[in-house]
Nanobody
Framework: QVQLVESGGGLVQAGGSLRLSCAAS????????MGWFRQAPGKEREFVAA????????NYADSVKGRFTISRDNAKKTVHLQMNSLKPDDTAVYYC?????????????????WGQGTQVTVSS
């Protein structure tokens, strides 16, 4: 089992950057594939980025490719989401999630563990 706590959200102007972090508890963090999802007001939660347990594979939503980078440090049990060139459309609550599926999954239903979320607000 793993527990996840996100941090790093905040208010930033369009074009700016933020780095989200997700700290995990539990001894087997390195066995989990990790993902970031987001939910904007009035919208469904959507996939943002994912990284496999080894860090060898990543996936990104088309809307964030080239602007966001997901990374992980298994020794520190953390996963990060570096967000550059932020746009007002990136405003959402960002959630960290963990999965045992074995690849950098984009499907929300394979993630069994979720953090509480961190708010990202991008002003125009």
């Amino acid at each position: 089992q793993v527990q996840l706590v996100e941090s790093g959200g905040g208010l930033v102007q369009a074009g700016g950057s933020l780095r989200l972090s997700c700290a995990a508890s539990g001894r087997t963090f390195s066995a989990y594939d990790m993902g970031w999802f987001r939910q904007a007001p009035g919208k469904e939660r959507e996939f943002v980025a994912a990284i496999s347990w080894s860090g060898g594979n990543t996936n990104y939503a088309d809307s964030v490719k080239g602007r966001f980078t997901i990374s992980r440090d298994n020794a520190k049990k953390t996963v990060h989401l570096q967000m550059n060139s932020l746009k007002p459309d990136d405003t959402a609550v960002y959630y960290c999630a963990a999965s045992n599926v074995g690849y950098a999954a984009t499907e929300e239903y394979v993630y069994g563990y979720w953090g509480q979320g961190t708010q990202v607000t991008v002003s125009s």
